[in-house]
């Protein structure tokens, strides 16, 4: 299989115009392609994965040891080789974020609201640390000391909370509309509550910059090669990644129509089936040049936008 010129035309530009930040690149390689096949890369077979998005040695071995200082990667000598891996509270919290990025965006409302009550009783640093993270979880701050999402994850902010060590300084409770007396509208209340006018731009981007690269790929005449097959796999999740984990996640029933980030998936989705199978060949070729027994991705895998086959 030869590279399609037309797909590399459009990679290169991709790369010129959104160069990606290389630690957040590193972070899209080892949740999407080096978990799968144990989450541990030997630093010779990282630094053959960001080649081709044009990220040298140099760049990449300050990017991992960033993200080790954060507490994202550990590293391992062997000798004079190196090794990384995912940290296991990083794993966690890498396979949510995952979670979200390959499954649908079908959540229903129960007519519920979890409510985070009582952060006016932290002090100045832990407020705003609580209002970083439930934000980036997707709750609304609605007034001073209450923090509120109409689907949230009682999985995610029970690790929130334990990994801040705020389980015993807040209080967490579900509630619903009381009948019989009339309110504001809940439009009114998400409107508020929620700007989801960048989200709405980001979709609505992601599917004019890609949707000519899935008319390409389903239009060439022979299949993609593996490499490049793997740089469009990364390249499709890194740019689908930003705007998806900015998304509060609101059920269907509380978002605008059309909502783009329906849109957004499933041609995502659609990429990645045809890109998944040629870039394991490559990834797996790169892993086992440095590691003869790196094994073939785990099951879970093959369950990544609905299922792979």
Same mark, same amino acid.
């Given at each position: ?10 990679? /290169? =530009? ?5 160069? &990606?930040?290389?630690?957040? +690149? ?9 978990? &799968? ?35 994202? +990667? ?52 832990? @407020? ?62 998400? /409107?508020?509550? $929620? ?49 998806? +984990? ?15 980030? =329906?849109?957004?998936?499933?041609? /995502? @989705? ?5 890109? $998944?199978?040629? =870039? ?30």
């Amino acid at each position: 299989m030869q590279n399609n010129q037309k797909i590399n035309d459009w990679i /290169a =530009a991709f790369l010129s115009e959104e160069p &990606p930040r290389s630690k957040s +690149l590193v972070m899209t390689i080892f949740g999407d392609s080096v978990v &799968p096949h144990g989450g541990m890369v030997w630093l010779g077979s990282l630094i053959e994965m960001l080649a081709p998005f044009g990220v040298n040695d140099r760049l990449l071995r300050t990017s991992v040891f960033r993200l080790a200082q954060e507490g994202w +990667l550990g590293s391992q000598r062997d000798g004079r080789r190196s090794n990384y891996s995912i940290m296991p509270d990083a794993q966690r919290r890498l396979a949510r974020a995952y979670r979200r990025v390959y499954s649908p965006l079908t959540t229903h409302w129960s007519g519920n609201w979890t409510l985070v009550l009582g952060t006016n009783g932290l002090d100045a640093a832990e @407020r705003a640390s609580m209002r970083k993270e439930l934000l980036w979880e997707g709750y609304s701050v609605i007034a001073p000391g209450i923090a509120c999402h109409p689907a949230g994850d009682a999985e995610a902010l029970e690790a929130l909370l334990q990994r801040m060590g705020m389980l015993n300084k807040v209080y967490v409770c579900q509630v619903s509309e009381l009948p019989g007396v009339r309110g504001k509208p809940l439009a009114d209340l998400v /409107a508020e509550g $929620w700007d989801l006018s960048d989200v709405i731009e980001g979709y609505t981007k992601f599917v004019a910059r890609f949707t000519p690269l899935l008319e390409e790929l389903r239009s060439a005449p022979e299949p993609i090669a593996p490499e490049q097959a793997f740089v469009v796999r990364t390249l499709v999740i890194h740019a689908y990644r930003r705007v998806q +984990l900015h998304d509060p996640q609101l059920p269907v029933e509380l978002l605008p129509t059309p909502w783009p980030g =329906a849109a957004a998936y499933e041609l /995502a @989705r659609e990429l990645y089936r045809v890109t $998944w199978e040629p =870039a394991e060949q490559h990834i797996l070729a790169t892993l086992r040049r440095e590691d003869p027994d790196a094994p073939t991705a785990a099951a879970a895998f093959y369950d990544r936008f609905t299922g792979l086959r």
